[in-house]
């Protein structure tokens, strides 16, 4: 069974993601505790991070990829507020 995990994908320039990773980083900070991996992926500097952009047809900044345990992917676009990340993250720590 895979891990469950979240990956949220960012440029340098957008606006939405300079305001959403500090966020993103205390909302996560007891998810990650736990054991969830959460990471950010620049899209500005990776190559494999924009070719799984590219596979999961990311088109907007930020983009939340969530994978629970059972493989299904949770695709989230835009600065989400702070309760819908926790809800996004507890179901998929799940």
């Given at each position: ?6 990956l ?29 991996s959460v ?8 190559p ?16 939340i990829l ?6 299904r992917?949770?695709k989230?676009?835009g ?12 179901q998929?720590?799940?």
């Amino acid at each position: 069974m895979p891990s469950p995990g979240v990956l949220v994908f960012v440029m340098a320039h957008c606006p939405a993601c300079v305001e959403f990773k500090p966020r993103l980083a205390r909302v996560s900070g007891p998810f990650r505790q736990a054991g969830l991996s959460v990471q950010v992926g620049d899209l500005d500097s990776n190559p494999k991070v924009r070719a799984l952009a590219d596979k999961h047809k990311v088109r907007v900044t930020p983009t939340i990829l969530a994978f629970d345990r059972h493989g299904r992917v949770h695709k989230r676009e835009g600065s989400l507020p702070d309760a819908e990340l926790r809800k996004l993250l507890d179901q998929i720590r799940r």
